[in-house]
């Protein structure tokens, strides 16, 4: 006949511990049983070990998406904003000139002398006040007084020959202490 190999091993256990057993009080308490139904998972350890290990993956690929992002609308962003921060330039500038030009009235149309004035006295307010980048956002003094020259309400005689460059000739002479050569800027 054959023994269950289970049944050899604990045969010996068996036949020692069973004079103890007879031995034992009628009124003893049973020794606790454990409960072998009851099964503990450590479910939160592994929640947190998968959570940082989903963080250590994820973080790399988002900071790559936010810089990504950055580059996309970062060039248009900063050309909205100079584009307003010039804008608004030339609009306080204008208006500096305005209440310091003698026959300038805002909101009421401008003659030509008057027009050149505004226009000499708002760049020149511009290049001693602004900041050197944004004049040259601006495109420099030239830029502003055309900026400007488009922005006020001049009377129908104004043009660029007859208001625009005599305020740029009044710009070069306070800028250079001398007036500019004939013809330099194109005209004939």
């Not at 998972?41 to 963080?55: C, F, H, R």
Request: overall charge positive.
């Amino acid at each position: 006949m054959m023994i269950n190999p289970l049944l050899k091993t604990l045969l010996p256990t068996l036949l020692l511990t069973l004079p103890l057993a007879a031995c034992a009080p009628a009124h003893a308490v049973p020794l606790p049983v454990a409960e072998t139904t009851a099964l503990v998972l450590p479910w939160g350890d592994a929640v947190l070990a998968l959570a940082q290990g989903a963080t250590a993956l994820l973080t790399p690929v988002l900071v790559a998406a936010l810089a990504a992002g950055l580059a996309r609308f970062g060039g248009p962003l900063r050309l909205l904003v100079t584009d307003a921060l010039v804008e608004r330039l030339v609009r306080n500038a204008t208006n500096y000139a305005l209440n310091g030009v003698a026959g300038a009235v805002r909101g009421q149309t401008l003659t030509v002398p008057v027009g050149s004035a505004v226009i000499a006295g708002a760049v020149q307010r511009a290049l001693d006040q602004a900041p050197a980048w944004l004049v040259r956002a601006a495109g420099g003094g030239e830029g502003l007084a055309g900026k400007v020259f488009r922005s006020l309400p001049l009377e129908e005689a104004a043009t660029v020959g007859n208001t625009l460059e005599p305020a740029l000739d009044r710009i070069l002479e306070r800028v250079l202490g001398r007036s500019p050569a004939p013809g330099s800027r194109g005209r004939s």
